[in-house]
Each structure stands twice: as structure tokens, then as C-alpha cells.
């Protein structure tokens, strides 16, 4: 992979293939020369030699599962449910065909090794798998908590921010797990099992998702706010005991050298602009002005790029890429290439048909991308409700306009799923539906600053919903 992205051009077309290729002969390396692949092979009803021998698919699904698309696939079938059959049902044909390739590489990688006999099935076949190790083991959140590690490695989230997704990466796998366990015993003949519980798993992720992004926005906000001196009203006992925590946070997480020194220099500009406006307001000081070296100039417009608002896929994201059944878009592409088991009986059941694979895949993939649709419909019908019952009662007196306009907004958003998806302008749209309006407001979540549900314009503009800008100190 990184061989042919360094050469780039053309030769990124071949790079799904030969990844397949060389995962295949690794792996087919280690099952043949190793101390139990051959004995399994001639004697497939050698337990002892079969187990102790490498399983293959394993291997193969573990290592194909960086290049896999799973996340795309549910994302397309999420799509499609939504209605844009066209970014969807492309992003379906796309993972779809570029999974086959991987696993068709990897097939060709085993037949490479097995060249001259049928080696490659006999390899295939025999090779035995525990799918069940971690179950009831007190190590199992830990593993699975390293692997997440990995994965946002993979998606080049700073380290700083690993806690907002592994929260959220927990959270759902627990549930997912917890649900299975539970409804497993009474659902043996069926997957309905599976599919609660990945549609509970994914919901309680996009759940905590949005609530760490609304902690994160509110946080954000007020820190600028609090940096920029805007608003007296921060400057409380209780605004000061959590300045000073994000304070400490920011020095402990640049003492592990995860930091920024110009974290923490925003901290010092902040004490030093308080002191500046005091001086300012001062008429027998003689300070006419407010000014900065580069340095903290620079520091206090980091501070206010840095404190926009998140978007919740991108602590959600991840969490999804962990659910999703990408490894079972490329096992039934491996049924495909090995379609018949010669080692089970007639009467035997085999789950790795291409019959069972695709049910199971088709199971868990539209659970989750339900799953997905539910949390985000309960999220913002539970911040509409309260939008419109507690939290705009204050800013009714203060201003009636900007209530009014709040209720209409949100009234609108309900319908609405926000930043699940976004679509370009096409021939076919509804002139009456809300989507132009949804754009005019900037595609703004309902608890961003500039039209929180919370009633607070951190940091914004009254006219402009845009950025304070730095000239405003």
C-alpha cells in the first residue's frame, strides 16, 4: 500500500489487488511451512494438528480489514434508506467491487503458494478458527479498547482528542455486546438477536456522540469567550473554577508531550488581555490600544479556529467503522471462491455458504445504518423538545424576534436529519421543501453557538453568524 501510493499515478489501480496478493502468500507461507498447516492438511480430521495450525480466514479477514470498505457499505445502505439512491447505491456497487478484489487477491496470493496442486482449497478448508476467544475472558474490553487505539491512529485523530472516541467506541460496542448476550438464548433460530443489537449499539453511540460534541461545542464556546474577554458573565466564581480546570487539562496533556506550547500559551494571553482591557477602560492610564507580539496574536487566532464547532461524525465515525461488517463482505466473497466444503457431511449445515454470509451481512449492515437513523432522530427530537419547552423561555422576554425565529427553526429541523448526509442541488428537488432554507441557516447543528438551544451567542456575531474575528480584541 504505501509502495504504490509513494509511486502514485496509474499505480494506485493495482493496489487493492496486490494487497490482496501479498496477504495471501504471507499467509499461506505461514500455514504451509508451519509446525501443524501440513499434518492438518493430510489429515483433516487431525484436531490437535488443525487447531494448533494458523486459520487463515482469520488472517486474512484481520489484515484485509484496513483496506476493507465496511463503513462505506452501511453508509450507502444509510443512504439509500434516506432516500439519495444515487450516492448510495454507488457507494454499495463501489465497496462491493473493491472487496471482491481484495479477496480475490488474496485467494490467487494462496494459490501462489499451493502452485501446482489444489493445495489452496485443502489449506483453506482445513484451517479451524475460534471465533469465540474473548468471550467471558476479563480482557476482552482491553483488547477490544487497543484495537480502537489503532484505529483512530488510522484516521489520524490527534491523540489529545482519543478520549472523545473511544467514549464513544465503548459505549457502543458494550451495548452492542451486553444486547447480543442477553437476547441470544431466546433467539437461536433467528438474527433478530444480531440486529437489536447492533441497531442499540449504533444508537447509543450516535447518542453519546452528540452529547460529547455538545460538551465539546459548549466548552469550545465558552473558553473563546472567556480568552476574548466578550462576556462578563463568565467571569463567575463557577466560570473561574472551570478556566482554571481546562487550565490544568491543557498543562497535563502537554507534560505527557501530547500537547501544544501554544496551548498553554493561550492561557498566559488571557491573563494578559484581562489586564490590558482593565488598563484600557482605565481613563488615567495612558494604554490607548490593545496589541500583541506575532506569537500571541497568532496564539489567540489558533484559539478561535480551534474552538468552532465539531462535527459529530467525527467522533462517531470511528466507532461505526468498528461496528461495521466489513469482514463479512469479504467472507462472502470468500464463499464465493471456495464455494463447497468437501469435510462436511451432506446433512451438515455450512455457515460460510454464500446463502448464510449474505443474510447475516445484509442483517447486520441495515441494522446499523437503522441504528444510525434512530439515535440521530432521538437526538434532535429530545433537543427539540427541550429547545422548545425550557430553554428559549428567557430569551422570549429578552428578545420575541429571535424567540420566534428560534421556534421556527427549530420546528424545521425536526424533520430533519443533520449531517448525516449532504447532497448537491439537483433538477429533481422539491421546490417546497425545507433544503434551501437548511443551507441559508448555514447547516448548523442545533446546538451550535449561533443558534443554541441553550440561548447563548458564544463568541458570535448577532448579524453574521460567523467567527468573532481577532480584530475584535
Not at 448510495?88 to 456497487?93: A, L
Not at 443489537?197 to 447518542?207: E, F, L
Amino acid at each position: 500500500d504505501f509502495a504504490l501510493s509513494r509511486v502514485g499515478g496509474g499505480a494506485t489501480v493495482l493496489l487493492d489487488i496486490f494487497v490482496g496478493i501479498v496477504t495471501g502468500v504471507i499467509g499461506g507461507l505461514f500455514f504451509r511451512w508451519g509446525p501443524a498447516g501440513e499434518d492438518c492438511m493430510l489429515d483433516p480430521e487431525n484436531v490437535a494438528a488443525c487447531k494448533a495450525a494458523p486459520c487463515l480466514s482469520s488472517i486474512y479477514l484481520g489484515t484485509l480489514y484496513w483496506f476493507f470498505y465496511g463503513t462505506a457499505f452501511v453508509i450507502g445502505i444509510l443512504e439509500i434508506i434516506s432516500g439519495e439512491l444515487a450516492t448510495g447505491v454507488t457507494r454499495f456497487v463501489g465497496v462491493t467491487v473493491k472487496t471482491f478484489v481484495l479477496s480475490l487477491g488474496a485467494g490467487l496470493g494462496l494459490m501462489i503458494v499451493f502452485v501446482g496442486d489444489s493445495g489452496a482449497a485443502d489449506a483453506w478448508y482445513a484451517s479451524t478458527c475460534n471465533q469465540n476467544f474473548v468471550q467471558g475472558e476479563w480482557w476482552r474490553t482491553l483488547l477490544y479498547l487497543a484495537c480502537c487505539v489503532f484505529v483512530l491512529g488510522q484516521y489520524r485523530l490527534p491523540i489529545a482528542q482519543y478520549w472523545r472516541a473511544l467514549i464513544v467506541q465503548l459505549v457502543a460496542y458494550e451495548v452492542q455486546y451486553e444486547v447480543f448476550n442477553g437476547m441470544g438464548q431466546l433467539h437461536v433460530k433467528d438474527h433478530l438477536d444480531t440486529a437489536t443489537s447492533n441497531m442499540v449499539g449504533a444508537a447509543s453511540g450516535v447518542v453519546v456522540a452528540a452529547l460529547i460534541s455538545l460538551l465539546v461545542n459548549v466548552s469550545g464556546d465558552f473558553f473563546r469567550t472567556r480568552l476574548l474577554q466578550e462576556s462578563a458573565r463568565n467571569n463567575t466564581r463557577l466560570g473561574n473554577f472551570y478556566f482554571q480546570f481546562l487550565c490544568m487539562a491543557k498543562k497535563a496533556v502537554y507534560f505527557f508531550g501530547i500537547g501544544r506550547q501554544s496551548d498553554i500559551m493561550k492561557f498566559e494571553v488571557e491573563k494578559k488581555l484581562k489586564d490590558m482591557r482593565t488598563e484600557l477602560k482605565d481613563p488615567n492610564h495612558p494604554r490607548d490600544k490593545i496589541d500583541f507580539p506575532k506569537n500571541e496574536e497568532d496564539a489567540i487566532i489558533d484559539a478561535i479556529i480551534g474552538t468552532q464547532d465539531i462535527n459529530t461524525w467525527s467522533i462517531l465515525m470511528p466507532a461505526v467503522y468498528q461496528l461495521v461488517p466489513g469482514s463479512i463482505i469479504a467472507k462472502l466473497w470468500f464463499s464465493a471462491i471456495f464455494p463447497e466444503n468437501p469435510y462436511l457431511g451432506e446433512l451438515d449445515k455450512n455457515p460460510d455458504s454464500q446463502e448464510s454470509v449474505f443474510s447475516n451481512l445484509m442483517v447486520i449492515s441495515t441494522s446499523i445504518a437503522l441504528g444510525l437513523i434512530i439515535g440521530f432522530a432521538f437526538f434532535q427530537t429530545l433537543v427539540f423538545i427541550v429547545g422548545r419547552t425550557c430553554c428559549r423561555k428567557v430569551e422570549k422576554e429578552d428578545n420575541p424576534d429571535n424567540f420566534q425565529l428560534g421556534r421556527d427553526y427549530l420546528s424545521n429541523k425536526q424533520g430533519m436529519m443533520e449531517g448525516m448526509y449532504t447532497v448537491v442541488d439537483d433538477a429533481n428537488d422539491d421546490p417546497d421543501s425545507m433544503r434551501d432554507m437548511k443551507r441559508e441557516m448555514g447547516r448548523r447543528s442545533l446546538f451550535s453557538p449561533g443558534n443554541s438551544v441553550f440561548g447563548a451567542d458564544f463568541g458570535y456575531n448577532d448579524d453574521a453568524q460567523t467567527p468573532a474575528s481577532p480584530n475584535t480584541v
